[in-house]
């Protein structure tokens, strides 16, 4: 070794006894071998100003980029500590562009490697050290910081598909993205992980010139587009090309299971072993680095002809134009092959899921407000334009919303708190509908000879004995004692439960009503005698309590039986009024009395302030799927929530039951969503199908 001109530095890993005591940890370079010591130059600590000798056992020698890295560590005990780590020859290989997973104060946070810095310094002893830091940029949620670090404050490493560094576990998981570890699967499940010759086909060098290129490799994080248009996420486990293919293709293990999907097989062969609907085939120019950790940092690492601020969702043109076209309401015969599973309706986002469920409920199945999209003299055009545009269509069209177009809404509100606070469904769509949009209100409501014009109803009314009231008990309740009445037929009827709060509620369980006959609370509308069913002329509110005439329903009579009722003496004192309607005395007393009855479409429902949705999908009585906006979340704080939309069928059949039928025992049996449905029913949205389009 004497005419060697390389340098070969080494590291203390061992304290046994010699000539010479050395920490471990002290880093050198060896000057020649004498028998079985080296004779060296001692680096680091500096407390040696002559070559010393040590005994090989006692040391290992290192690349000098690995003494370098580990240079930059000064104190020992971190310095041996990070050399005697799984991933320490992983960070030997981190590049500039590279992710990582950096330690904080604050927890484990992923960053980008911006630069791998050569850097300098002088010794006590005058010596010049080398040494290497690495410039991160942490990619936390809300903003971006950049850290200088040695090698000891990284704990793992995104790059660790090189082949040199496969032999360390810790390397292979991005500590934000939590993923199966397909090895020890195999491990497990020998059967399995036996791989096909048809492997053979990936191209080590190719795949390795892929990832120079700024593209992918085995082991690399990238999202990739559903057939729905959501954004999924995995990461690579395969590339190759499989027989009868002439390109490129990629099986991906994603993020979180997906209809349709494989374990890993593909046409028959195993590629790779992961969990069932978990495994993807695609080809490979379909995949494109993961954008959650590449949006914030400069244009090199961005896949050629991806515009980085359009990176999650990238159309052609004709999708582009397709996407201007509006789209009806999805039919019942599409619903659950387009939105079942997860990544389906609409995105949540900090705090969105008010108004994830307000939106995903109204418009998915519904064209009860198709016109708020379309009226020519709204507020705000733009406003009108996205939700239009960029969440009703596309979740028409495409049965998912990403949490970005929801945020371009939230933004335009007119408050920053409703793009980050919790809000209710109902403040939402009173400051959408009338002071942004400035539509037309829902409702008109007459009280006391005066229109009140609103665009929902919250019931009012005293705790009364009631056990387990319906929606058409509550509201005929709230009417009577407030005294009011509808001036119109409503399109639309949103209706809030009494309850406030997170907890308090004034019922615990609430029967939804599937049609809500809403003929009897009607100013100007002819109405049916209670006893004979002729145009009734009178009403009496003190009625609705009396225990022979079924309590709870609304009395109103013809002249002849309300002189019959009145005329017990227990009812003397009730003060009937009198019912005046349009062309009444054009009526005659057998006339046939139209019952007016909205539908019910959708129910919010809310538990610890989180809002999720019923909806019905058809006409059929168990169309009904469940919707929550933040169902499921990957990646921790720095991650992103995962939507999710089941069938119910269940709530489909208990809802067609009379309510008069449904016995507390029923009540006590309901489990799952149709106990959620009871227990947490927070708003009721009704249609009337007649005036949907009129309105």
């Known amino acids: 070794m004497k005419n060697m001109e390389v340098k070969i530095y080494f590291i203390v890993t061992n304290t046994a006894k010699s000539k010479t005591r050395f920490n471990k940890g002290t880093i050198g370079v060896v000057q020649n071998e004498v028998g079985e010591e080296y004779r060296a130059t001692i680096l680091e600590p500096a407390t040696y100003k002559k070559d010393q000798y040590l005994k090989k056992v006692n040391v290992n020698l290192i690349s000098k980029r690995e003494a370098h890295i580990l240079l930059g560590i000064e104190n020992l005990e971190s310095r041996i500590a990070v050399f005697s780590s799984k ?11 590279d992710l990582v997973v950096v330690k904080q104060k604050n927890g484990e946070v992923p960053g980008l490697v911006v630069n791998v810095m050569e850097q300098i310094r002088k010794t006590s002893s005058s010596q010049i050290i080398n040494y290497i830091l690495f410039e991160v940029e942490l990619l936390k949620e809300k903003e971006n910081l950049r850290v200088t670090i040695s090698a000891e404050k990284i ?6 598909s090189n082949p040199q560094v496969q032999d360390h576990k810790e390397a292979q998981k991005f500590k934000e993205i939590p993923r199966q570890n397909s090895i020890k699967k195999n491990e497990q499940n020998p059967e399995k992980s036996s791989t096909p010759s048809v492997c053979n086909t990936v191209l080590g060098n190719s795949s390795m010139m892929l990832k120079q290129d700024g593209l992918l490799e085995a082991g690399s994080m990238v999202e990739l587009r559903a057939r729905n ?60 680095p993961d954008s959650r950790f590449f949006a914030a940092s400069t244009s090199q690492l961005e896949p050629p002809c991806v515009n980085r601020y359009s990176v999650l969702h990238v159309m052609n043109k004709a999708e582009l134009q397709s996407n201007e076209a509006d789209v009806p309401p999805i039919p019942e015969s599409e619903a659950i092959e387009l939105l079942e599973g997860k990544m389906k309706g609409i995105q949540g986002h900090y705090n969105s899921c008010y108004l994830d469920t307000a939106l995903f409920s109204l418009f998915c199945f519904s064209d009860v407000l198709d016109s708020v999209l379309h009226c020519p003299n709204v507020g705000e055009q733009r406003i009108q334009t996205v939700l239009r545009k960029d969440i009703v269509n596309q979740l028409r069209r495409r049965g998912f919303v990403p949490a970005e177009n929801v945020m371009k809404l939230r933004n335009l509100l007119g408050c920053s708190t409703f793009a980050s606070e919790e809000k209710d469904p109902e403040e939402f769509l009173s400051v959408l509908l009338h002071q942004v949009l400035a539509v037309q209100p829902l409702l008109k409501i007459r009280s006391n000879d005066k229109t009140q014009d609103c665009y929902s109803y919250q019931i009012i009314m005293e705790k009364e004995d009631l056990e387990i009231p319906s929606v058409q008990t509550l509201l005929e309740r709230s009417f009577l004692s407030c005294d009011l009445k509808f ?4 399109s ?27 003929t009897d609370l009607l100013h100007n509308s002819p109405r049916e005698c209670f006893l004979c069913g002729s145009v009734a002329e009178i009403e009496c509110i003190q ?21 019959q009722v009145h005329s017990h003496k227990k009812r003397q004192n009730h003060h009937p009024q009198k019912i005046f309607f349009p062309l009444m005395n054009d009526f005659s007393s057998s006339a046939v009395i139209c019952r007016h009855k909205l539908e019910l479409f959708a129910v919010l429902c809310i538990k610890t302030s989180h809002y999720v949705s019923f909806v019905k999908y058809g006409p059929g009585k168990n169309s009904w799927l469940f ?16 939507p999710e939309i089941k069938a119910c069928p269940e709530v489909g059949e208990f809802l067609s039951k009379p309510v ?7 009540l006590e049996k309901a489990d799952g969503f149709v106990e959620r449905l009871l227990c947490d029913s927070y708003m009721f949205m009704y249609k009337c199908p007649a005036l949907c389009l009129y309105r």
Do not use: H
Not at 627 to 642: K, T
């Open 492 to 518: 639309c009827l949103i209706i809030q439960m009494p309850r406030f709060g997170k907890g308090f509620k004034l019922f615990p369980r609430i029967v939804p009503s599937t049609e809500l006959d809403i």
């Open 155 to 160: 704990i793992s490493v995104s790059s660790d």
């Open 660 to 666: 008069g039928s449904i016995g507390k025992s029923d």
């Open 229 to 288: 248009g959501a954004t999924i996420y995995g990461v690579v486990r395969w590339i190759g090309i499989p027989p009868g293919k002439s390109e490129l293709w990629a099986g991906v293990e994603l993020d979180y299971e997906l209809k349709n999907c494989t374990d890993g097989l593909f046409e028959n062969q195993r590629y790779f072993s992961c969990d069932d609907n978990k495994g993807m085939f695609v080809k490979l120019q379909e995949c494109r």
């Open 87 to 97: 991933i320490f020859r992983a960070i030997c290989t981190i590049q500039q562009n």
């Open 627 to 642: 919707f929550d906006s933040m169902a499921d979340r990957c990646g921790g704080e720095n991650g992103y929530n995962i």
């Open 487 to 490: 001036d119109e037929i409503p």
């Open 543 to 563: 009625c609705l309590q009396d225990p022979k005439l079924m309590p709870g329903v609304i009395k109103q009579f013809c002249q002849r039986c309300e002189k």
